[in-house]
């Protein structure tokens, strides 16, 4: 089990730019999510999917889309980077689904992103 | 939705003290309460958690207490080590999980 993989590790883009980062987990989990981490703000949720072909948005979903085609994958879009996204995302699944239990969150590695 | 408030945002403790986190959610309907701990660079790591069907639960030097009425619920340290100076975060999950800000602990020896 790898677990959820996130890539890349690191990415800088200029302003305007547009990018996907990419999340599969190989759990079988149908809840998954997207975090941004800033200093002294904690960690912020930015969209999530409790299944396959279902997604919601969290605190702070302007300037990002996402997609669940399949249960393993959830890519992240930034459509047009700006300065204000230079952040580290987190990635994160759970066996939590539309009629189960919550349960704890698995957290990739994280993508560490700068926007010039 | 929900809003998850966390105190203190930093917390210095000599080795051997205990250290106490305090968190206050908003959703009632939250039902599941996890606590992460994240090292330096490294990703959060789930320490314990508790449901709202509990009111304690234990896991050796760590301990989390959930009160439903007042919407709060507390991380207890005891016995503190070098090793657990760390970022903490709290969270709740109602639709979706909400974290704190986080609390910066730091153990001296």
Same mark, same amino acid.
């Given at each position: 089990n790898a677990g959820v993989t996130q890539t890349p590790k690191f990415q800088v883009l200029k302003t305007g730019q547009s990018m996907t980062l990419q999340c599969a987990q190989?759990?079988?989990?149908e809840y998954m999510s997207w975090y941004r981490q800033d200093p002294g703000m904690g960690l912020r949720l930015i969209h999530y999917s409790v299944g396959a072909g279902i997604t919601d948005q969290g605190e702070v979903p302007n300037g990002y889309n996402v997609s669940r085609s399949t249960t393993e994958d959830f890519p992240l879009r930034l459509l047009s980077a700006a300065p204000s996204q230079t952040s580290v995302y987190f990635c994160a699944s759970s066996?939590?689904?539309?009629s189960s239990y919550n349960s704890p969150l698995h957290f990739g590695n994280g993508t560490r992103l700068t926007v010039t | 939705g929900e809003n998850v408030e966390q105190h203190p945002s930093t917390l210095s403790v000599q080795e051997g003290d205990s250290a106490v986190i305090k968190c206050t959610y908003s *959703?009632?309907?939250?039902?599941y309460f996890p606590w992460y701990k994240q090292e330096l660079g490294k990703r959060p790591q789930l320490i314990i958690d508790i449901r709202s069907n509990v009111g304690e639960k234990k896991d050796q030097r760590i301990a989390v207490t959930l009160n439903k009425t007042a919407k709060h619920f507390s991380l207890h340290i005891t016995e503190?080590?070098?090793? *657990?100076s760390a970022v903490y975060f709290c969270a709740a999950w109602g639709t979706a999980l909400i974290f704190g800000k986080g609390t910066t602990l730091s153990v001296s020896s």
């Open positions: 190989d759990m079988n989990h066996y939590t689904g539309i | *959703d009632s309907a939250s039902n503190t080590q070098p090793e *657990d």
